[in-house]
């Protein structure tokens, strides 16, 4: 079974620093990751996704990402947060074997502040 | 495209009642996805489909919890009876293939009263 795991609930960075909000995953086969964000009162909004290739990944709004293998991980990072950026965060995860499904992480609230 | 459609943003319905909500996912898209959202649980993943066939409704609170996607573009999900705990956030999305990102609505608010 699919697991992903964001062990901070919540992050708080100051306006211009860089951010990141952690990823762990658990699956088996070939992993799918990607972020997504949601605003209050909104649906989740995709942010980026790792399907093959590259391990650092660029998404919108100026976010990346990093995969890694061997600690099974893919961080989201943005190199000077901005006040808009204050969010709920989901990492999730999907694999390539037939039947599993679309998992995400309990989330993590980020605060950027002025 | 319009993106997934979840018409109806708020349903408020007493207890006991049958409440079902819709969705609509975006065309061509093969897998669609219901999950659930409250503080305590967080996103919880209800059921899948893929072209229309259930592939995982372990994620089904229980008995009382249904879902149906007679085709392609459209899909129920069913609480008969509801209980004030299944007073959440549903969401409905969809994805193009096995491996691509989902594409969600914007949410059903059920409130059970």
């Known amino acids: 079974a699919q697991s992903v795991a964001q062990p901070e609930d919540q992050v708080n960075v100051a306006e211009g620093n860089p951010l990141t909000v952690k990823c762990t995953y658990s699956?088996?086969?070939?992993?799918?990751l990607f972020w997504y964000v949601q605003y209050p009162n909104r649906g989740l909004q995709f942010l980026l996704k790792?399907?093959?290739?590259?391990?650092l990944v660029k998404g919108s709004y100026g976010f990346e990402a990093e995969f890694n293998k061997s600690q099974t991980s893919f961080h989201l990072k943005k190199p000077s947060a901005l006040v808009s950026d204050s969010a709920l965060y989901f990492c999730?995860?999907?694999?390539?074997?037939?039947?599993?499904?679309?998992?995400f992480g309990p989330g993590t609230r980020l605060s950027v502040l002025p | 495209d319009a993106g997934v459609i979840q018409s109806t943003r708020h349903e408020v319905t007493e207890m006991g009642q049958e409440v079902t909500l819709r969705c609509k996912p975006i065309?061509?898209?093969?897998?669609l996805f219901w999950y659930r959202q409250t503080m305590m649980r967080g996103l919880e993943l209800l059921i899948y489909?893929?072209?229309?066939?259930?592939?995982?409704d372990s994620g089904m609170p229980e008995d009382r919890f249904s879902a149906k996607m007679p085709n392609a573009s459209f899909s129920t999900l069913k609480i008969q009876p509801s209980e004030p705990r299944d007073s959440a956030v549903y969401f409905c999305?969809?994805?193009?293939?096995?491996?691509?990102?989902?594409?969600f609505g914007q949410g059903t608010r059920l409130t059970v009263v």
């Open positions: 065309s061509g898209h093969d897998y």
């Open positions: 699956v088996s086969g070939n992993p799918y």
């Open positions: 999305a969809s994805s193009r293939d096995r491996v691509t990102e989902a594409f």
């Open positions: 489909f893929n072209n229309n066939v259930p592939i995982d």
């Open positions: 790792y399907i093959t290739g590259d391990n």
């Open positions: 999730a995860v999907r694999a390539d074997n037939y039947g599993q499904n679309f998992v």
